[in-house]
């Protein structure tokens, strides 16, 4: 299998759904030709495309680029939450959120793992995150403030995450669809627990209360951005709804969001900071105000408030790291014999397998 | 009572302490491991704390000289050797501790119990990660041995007496708790290539200071940090 090398930039948006697909360019080989058709046919049929079969290079390429887009979100989304690890006000709440970060430090390793079966490397992409050639989600370059921000990027983030998601289990790729069933289960959680704190926080003193709104305030139009740009802008959607691995278009992905806040915000006793916010009887849907795309474009291109801190924070750990990672791999190296070796060690000297 | 706030103060602390590593740690795969060990130790700290009170009251609102953890938990995380030296000497002491405890049949059998099966899993950790950075690469080997260098001070601690535990029917027997924690702690790091330290296992106090309510400095503002907010809102429900 021929290793992918994505290094394109993308303009893709947020990492944690979005598709951004090149357009799929075979060369004029007539058994390409072929197997073009069978993986066509095969992604017409809702079939699922796993490691070995052949797809077009273009499919790979997006699908790691995605997929790596999709794993870097979770790590890089780790430190915005463990910044109230060690402040979080009750031992309940704390359990709950360090079982979070965990979760999302799990929910990493499934993803690099699935992008493994194209061809890729964990080490590899971590290199690219580090050196900022693949992206993250744009949500995580906003600061958490307070403690309420916890509960507003579980209510809202994490739902903007999973309305992108839900749709990802029956993504064409096998290896990613699984893995979003089992991440989107455990996202469902952490939703619940954000709402719910949020919640607490509405429905306690006035101090709370007010921490809360001014929580959702500042949450509420960087999770519309979660989406992407709208569909009129989003020009490479287009082949990632083809191949299937996206299945509704950024805009209508938004508009199911809005949907279903307006009324948990109404349950939560909060606003949404959007004036223009009312129920659409002709569409049946809401309508609501214009998005800041150029706030939006300035956060993509490394100018939001913390996209300098993230990265840094997390090459800080990987260069700290590295002399734990020689040590494992050098204590590996010594510790496990290859198995040819072995025999003939066996043979000569048996007593040396104290280390097996 | 003072037992289980001993018992859980330590679980408290230490914790916190490994909350501290979340999105730091040098793989993910430590991430994972850390956050792990850091919830069940805040699952024991809970049941404990508990049993003597209002468990956010006493988290939240004592101050640093009625906390009764060790000083060895309450020490400054350092690097990932250090992280790994105050792991290994704080969980095999408690994983031998506990199963006394469960075997003893006193007030704490039924908690170390179900504790003890968490706790052998963060010794096997700690072992394990002593066993890699002693015998990886040279700057590991001096990185491992200085870590247990700079906690073995601490460790004396472990085995004073603590009231309601030591003086009740958990038949629980300090000198021997001590002879076979250090037998495992010696044949660790003499499997991982490194030399057991020598000086005093004393704090800056003396042994047992932790428990009097006497810690080090780092530890106000550990407890600076965990306590601000809800400080910041009394009476507030979270």
Redesign the interface.
Known sequence: MAAVTADQKTQSTSGTAKATGTVAGTAGDPADAARLAAFDAAVAADDRIEPRDWMPEAYRATLVRQMAQHAHSEIIGMQPEANWITRAPSLRRKAILMAKVQDEAGHGLYLYSAAETLGTSREELLDKLHAGRQRYSSIFNYPTLTWADVGAIGWLVDGAAITNQVPLCRCSYGPYARAMVRICKEESFHQRQGYELLLALSRGTEAQHAMAQDAVDRWWWPSLMMFGPPDDASSHSEQSMAWKIKRHSNDELRQRFVDICVPQAEALGLTLPDSDIRWNEERGQHDFGAIDWTEFQEVLKGNGPCNEQRITQRRKAHEEGAWVRDAAAAYAAKHTTPPVQQTQHAQQAPHVEETA | MSAALALGDDA?VLS?RL??W???????????AL??I??DL??Q??VL?SLVGD??EL??LREERAFRNLQLVEQPNG??AHTIARQLYFSVYQHLLYERLAAGGGEFADLAAKAVKEVAYHRDHAEQWV???G???A??HQ?MQAGLEALWRFTGEMFQPVEGLDDTGSGLDRQELERTWLAAVTGTVERATLTLPTGPRAGAWAAGAGRQGLHTEPFGRMLA??Q???RS?P????
């Open positions: 408290l916190h909350g501290e979340a999105g730091h740690a040098p793989v993910l795969e430590e991430d994972v956050a792990n850091a919830l805040l699952g700290a809970r704390l468990e956010d988290a939240y690097d990932f066993l890699r950075l015998d990886g690469t700057e590991s990185r940090e965990m601000h907010l809800h809102h009476g507030a429900s979270w």
